[in-house]
């Protein structure tokens, strides 16, 4: 019984499942990595799934859309870090206000100027296809977990190897990560510490862009529903304070996560209660939370 509710498929859905989580993920490395915390990057997300609908309904090429998402999620991070940074607001008020001018600005423009309202689909806006490996797709396995994927979802997992590159085996890396130790000691070499904060929000906001366009025109076929993202950013959140910032790391806990969701989509086959459904990836994000908790007190 557990055999055949638990299969291949399961994991194909757990990697489609994890890809955006991991750009918004990645993108939280980087910010929380120099001692701020960006609870906008759901906001961010949410810019991105917008953005990257209605730039591929206007350009008709998904790879502007994926681009533009990833630009409108940069341009929300990069308007709190003025006030975070620049006006040294407090972060939590700061962040919850962008996530609600997501969600407004969202709506606004799909009620004023395309006259929808709930969601956007249309034939004009583009997708991207899944993409069939063709040394891998007559073997048996591998064909089910490593091919058939769109290329968001493959660029995740790379982007994930650059920036652990990036973070723990260059100069650069090595000075956002001491910020967030120690901003004055960075300070006394002479280092802008706000100028590269403001540069780590304005990747956090790129990266969760990313993720919302993965979600709507990679996993989606160019589809946007209002607050779709649903707690997706808090999720990455909390796949990256899992993983201590460190991409390796917070790559096994979006696969975690990712397989919450995809075990809960199973669920529904056995038409459980949908709230209960609903839940499961919640759930996982609370133990996972309570797990990070107790590492940090060890």
């Known amino acids: ?71 409108g999620g940069m341009l929300l991070a990069l308007m709190l870090a003025f006030f975070i940074v620049r006006l040294h607001g407090d972060a939590i008020v700061v962040g919850i206000g962008g996530n609600t001018f997501a969600w407004g600005i969202t709506v606004f423009i799909l009620e004023e100027v395309f006259r929808m309202r709930g969601s956007f689909s249309g034939d004009g806006v583009p997708f991207f296809p899944a993409i069939k490996i063709p040394l891998l797709d007559s073997v048996p396995v591998l064909k089910d977990i490593v091919s058939g994927y769109t290329l968001p979802v493959y660029f995740a997992f790379i982007l994930a190897f650059l920036v652990w590159v990036f973070l723990y085996r260059t100069p650069a890396g090595l000075i956002i990560r001491s910020i967030g130790k120690n901003a004055e000691a960075v300070r006394s070499i002479g280092a802008d510490v706000d100028r590269i904060r403001i540069a780590c929000f304005a990747a956090s906001g790129f990266f969760a862009g990313l993720g919302g366009a993965c979600l709507s025109i990679a996993n989606l076929q160019g589809f946007w529903s209002e607050n779709m993202t649903v707690g997706r950013g808090y999720i990455a959140i909390c796949a990256a304070a899992f993983g201590r910032n460190n991409p390796k790391f917070v790559l096994l806990a979006c696969l975690i996560f990712g397989f919450a969701e995809a075990i809960g989509i199973r669920f529904q086959v056995l038409r459980l209660e949908p709230s209960f459904v609903l839940m499961i990836p919640y759930i996982v994000t609370i133990a996972m939370l309570v797990l990070s908790s107790r590492r940090e007190r060890i």
């Not at 499942?17 to 991991?22: E, I, K, R, V």
């Not at 939280?28 to 120099?34: E, R």
């Not at 906008?40 to 790879?63: D, P, R």
């Open 1 to 71: 019984m557990m055999s055949s509710f638990i299969d291949i498929g399961v994991f194909s859905a757990s990697i489609r499942m994890a890809a955006p989580l991991l750009f918004a993920a990645l993108g939280t490395s980087f910010i929380s990595s120099v001692g701020v915390f960006n609870i906008a990057i759901e906001g961010s997300m949410l810019i991105g799934t917008f953005a990257a609908v209605v730039i591929g309904y206007f350009t008709h090429s998904a790879v502007l859309a994926f681009l533009a998402a990833g630009l």
